[in-house]
């Protein structure tokens, strides 16, 4: 996997005063624009293109906030953070996920040891985290996408509001429910990436890995008919369940992000627990057409090449498809959370990589 560039993206002063260029989690292409989201808060970005003479992106600003309190309600409302972890675009929808993850307090050097015992033990959960949102995209007068509360009968609409998120879904589930009470980074459940194709969802789980195994979860939701703002999830197949798990052999690697490709699925492997590498892009083939519950072994994988990491930065967190001309190949943007001090640009910005992946 060669890098072939890389691109500034630009925020505005109030991203970077909440520094959400430095947590950036998700990433995904519509058209000439970037939405792009960071953990530390309950908003998406919308970044634009400025191409260069070759027609190549040469960088990303103009941003946009949109912040999902607007559009959707909140299980915790607008000032809590939603840690969303992954961005799919299909179909005319834009959908953010978050981690549905609980998370134990983190020990920081100023605290003496009884204090960080004390913050060992604790456990906190954030009600924000543990939704799936879909908002209706436009195109604006300007012809970029926009995201809008209602579009004719379409409707901004959210999963997770009372006791019926993903994870709820998975409380009876045989490998994944005794993992509910264990926070992100003990592997517990954790979400780092969503993909859209069609009318399913594939959410692809960071944590647990199960004896080297990542998880990968299905679902189709739909508009609940009692309120449009809610989703629910529907039957799968004719056996009714909501929800498919596929376990995926990826060398003892959790799921980072997922993005489309036809009928594949690109994914962002890294380390489950609190570890800087290894980082890859594997390919699953056909993934759109498993109608079943399914046991994906490496050899069902394409391994396609290896990313950089950092010592306790430069963590990729997001892929996406960039379609722009050039050479043979697919054209992967990655965007890292805790980006190195080299990655960050005078003008406030942060550098994200190009690579290109063989066809």
């Given at each position: 996997?060669?890098?072939?560039?890389?691109v500034?993206?630009?925020?505005?002063e109030e991203?970077?005063?909440a520094?959400?260029?430095?947590?950036?989690?998700?990433?995904?292409q519509?058209?000439?624009?970037?939405?792009?989201?960071?953990?530390?808060?309950?908003?998406?970005?919308?970044?634009?293109?400025?191409?260069?003479?070759d027609?190549?992106?040469?960088g990303?600003?103009?941003?946009?906030?949109v912040?999902?309190a607007?559009l959707?309600?909140?299980?915790?409302?607008r000032?809590?953070e939603?840690?969303?972890?992954?961005?799919?675009?299909?179909?005319?929808?834009l959908w953010?996920?978050?981690?549905?993850?609980?998370?134990?307090?983190r020990?920081?050097?100023?605290?003496?040891a009884?204090?960080?015992?004390?913050?060992l033990?604790?456990i906190?959960?954030?009600?924000n985290?543990?939704?799936?949102?879909?908002?209706?995209?436009?195109?604006?007068?300007d012809?970029?996408?926009?995201?809008?509360?209602?579009?004719?009968?379409?409707?901004?609409?959210?999963l997770?509001?009372?006791?019926?998120?993903i994870?709820?879904?998975?409380?009876?589930?045989?490998?994944l429910?005794p993992f509910?009470?264990i926070?992100?980074?003990?592997?517990?459940?954790?979400?780092?990436?969503?993909a859209?194709?069609?009318?399913?969802?594939?959410?692809?789980?960071?944590?647990?890995v199960?004896?080297?195994?990542a998880?990968?979860i299905?679902?189709?939701?739909?508009?609940?008919?009692?309120?449009?703002?809610r989703?629910?999830?529907?039957p799968?197949?004719?056996?009714?369940?909501l929800?498919?798990?596929?376990?995926?052999?990826?060398?003892?690697?959790?799921?980072r992000?997922?993005?489309?490709?036809?009928?594949?699925?690109?994914?962002l492997t890294g380390p489950?627990?609190?570890?800087?590498?290894?980082?890859r892009?594997?390919?699953w083939?056909?993934?759109?057409?498993?109608?079943?519950?399914?046991?994906?072994?490496?050899?069902?994988?394409?391994?396609?090449?290896?990313?950089?990491y950092g010592?306790?930065d430069?963590?990729?967190?997001?892929?996406?498809?960039?379609?722009?001309?050039?050479?043979p190949?697919?054209?992967?943007?990655?965007?890292?959370?805790?980006?190195?001090?080299a990655?960050?640009?005078a003008?406030?910005?942060?550098?994200?990589?190009?690579?290109?992946?063989?066809g």
């Amino acid at each position: 996997m060669n890098v072939e560039r890389r691109v500034e993206l630009r925020f505005a002063e109030e991203s970077r005063e909440a520094e959400t260029h430095t947590n950036l989690s998700a990433v995904r292409q519509d058209g000439r624009c970037l939405w792009v989201a960071g953990d530390e808060t309950a908003t998406v970005e919308r970044l634009t293109a400025v191409p260069g003479e070759d027609g190549r992106v040469t960088g990303y600003g103009g941003q946009r906030t949109v912040a999902l309190a607007d559009l959707v309600p909140l299980p915790a409302g607008r000032d809590e953070e939603a840690d969303i972890e992954g961005l799919a675009c299909a179909g005319g929808w834009l959908w953010a996920i978050g981690s549905h993850s609980l998370k134990r307090k983190r020990i920081k050097p100023e605290h003496d040891a009884a204090k960080s015992r004390r913050r060992l033990a604790k456990i906190v959960r954030e009600d924000n985290r543990f939704i799936l949102a879909r908002l209706p995209l436009v195109t604006g007068d300007d012809g970029l996408p926009d995201v809008v509360r209602q579009d004719g009968d379409r409707t901004a609409a959210v999963l997770g509001l009372n006791k019926d998120s993903i994870t709820d879904l998975l409380e009876d589930d045989p490998h994944l429910a005794p993992f509910l009470a264990i926070p992100s980074k003990d592997n517990g459940i954790d979400i780092e990436g969503v993909a859209a194709h069609g009318d399913r969802i594939y959410v692809g789980l960071r944590g647990p890995v199960l004896r080297g195994w990542a998880v990968l979860i299905e679902i189709r939701p739909g508009t609940d008919p009692a309120d449009p703002r809610r989703l629910r999830p529907l039957p799968l197949g004719d056996d009714g369940a909501l929800y498919r798990t596929h376990f995926m052999d990826l060398g003892g690697l959790g799921i980072r992000d997922l993005c489309p490709h036809g009928d594949d699925l690109l994914i962002l492997t890294g380390p489950s627990m609190d570890l800087d590498g290894p980082v890859r892009v594997v390919r699953w083939r056909n993934a759109a057409r498993a109608d079943a519950p399914e046991i994906v072994t490496s050899g069902d994988l394409e391994v396609l090449g290896d990313l950089p990491y950092g010592d306790g930065d430069d963590h990729a967190e997001g892929i996406a498809v960039l379609d722009e001309p050039g050479g043979p190949g697919i054209r992967l943007l990655v965007v890292y959370d805790s980006p190195a001090p080299a990655r960050l640009t005078a003008d406030g910005g942060v550098l994200a990589d190009v690579v290109t992946l063989g066809g």
